[in-house]
């Protein structure tokens, strides 16, 4: 028995629905509205890079001032900061919301509680608890918060916030790396050749076994991490003394860096094979098909299933012939 991958091809007309519905949902909390941008990746992990990059395209299609960036390693200057009640505080997105990065969703729970009077969103989330009680035991602090509004991106994400959050409180929206469509020139036809992506973290499928593969880690260099290990330091030193020494530019031309060297390494291929969200949402913003396994809870299929039109049946076990 072998495992035929579902097989996604670029739409741009889909996309462009998707990046459209970003931008539609968010204004009427976001445009031309001050705002706060709290928990940014400040980690070596090309998709959550290009989550950051779409939210700030989405930022700035709606004319939205960001008064501060703020990333999970240097959050003091959060609390210690005088927020201006008509700000939005907006927790960036992706698939941490649960109990498998509790430092994400730590600072999470510790703002809505410490902002009342502020507007909150989260920002598109793939959820996924281990232990679902640790959900009910937060539950209130999102019950009793006046304006926080969740947006998950995925159906069973919406099954499992639905228990504790109100139709008021609970939406849906596309990831936010939508925001980039449009950003980059398709090819006008595709090498022949295929990448390998593979995960080779906490989420990495068992049943897969593929870790002598390429990952994002492969495209980091000595210097990537000397200049890791400057940005923590320095993340520190605003930690400590509750400034800004300008860690978010700094880190926001290390994305603009970081993203030009994924798309350089992509474009050498014509298809991508691969368990990463964001591998497969990189590979069709560039015009490339994908070959979509899945994570070890089913992120992939889930977001497919949802937005980019994957029929529930495709990619069934068939025999080897």
């Not at 990046?19 to 070596?44: E, F, N, Q």
Request: with cysteine.
């Amino acid at each position: 028995m072998t495992k035929q991958a579902p097989l996604l091809t670029p739409d741009f007309s889909r996309m462009e629905t998707l990046r459209d519905k970003l931008l539609s949902d968010l204004r009427p909390h976001l445009g031309g509205k001050r705002a706060v941008y709290i928990d940014y990746p400040m980690h070596l992990n090309v998709g959550d890079l290009l989550i950051q990059a779409g939210t700030e395209a989405v930022f700035d299609a709606l004319q939205t001032n960001v008064m501060m960036r703020i990333s999970e390693r240097n959050a003091n200057r959060l609390f210690e900061a005088t927020i201006p009640s008509d700000a939005v505080l907006v927790l960036h997105g992706g698939g941490n919301f649960g109990d498998l990065y509790p430092h994400h969703q730590n600072l999470r729970e510790q703002v809505i509680e410490a902002f009342p009077n502020n507007k909150i969103l989260i920002m598109p989330q793939s959820v996924h608890y281990n232990d679902e009680a640790a959900l009910f035991a937060s539950a209130a602090i999102y019950q009793n918060h006046p304006e926080l509004y969740m947006f998950v991106r995925d159906n069973p994400s919406r099954d499992v916030m639905s228990k504790v959050l109100s139709d008021k409180q609970l939406h849906m929206l596309p990831d936010m790396a939508f925001g980039l469509l449009g950003k980059w020139q398709w090819p006008s036809s595709l090498a022949n050749k295929t990448l390998t992506l593979r995960r080779r973290d906490i989420e990495a499928n068992p049943a897969d076994g593929s870790v002598d593969e390429f990952d994002w880690d492969n495209l980091f260099t000595t210097g990537d991490n000397l200049f890791y290990s400057f940005a923590r330091r320095l993340a520190r030193l605003e930690n400590r003394f509750k400034l800004n020494l300008g860690l978010d530019k700094l880190w926001w031309l290390y994305i603009q860096n970081m993203m030009n060297r994924a798309i350089r390494h992509f474009s050498q291929y014509g298809r991508v094979d691969t368990d990463r969200l964001h591998g497969m949402i990189l590979s069709l913003l560039l015009g490339l098909e994908v070959s979509m396994r899945d994570n070890s809870y089913g992120k992939l299929r889930r977001y497919a299933e949802c937005w980019l039109g994957l029929d529930s049946s495709d990619g069934i076990e068939k025999k080897a012939s």
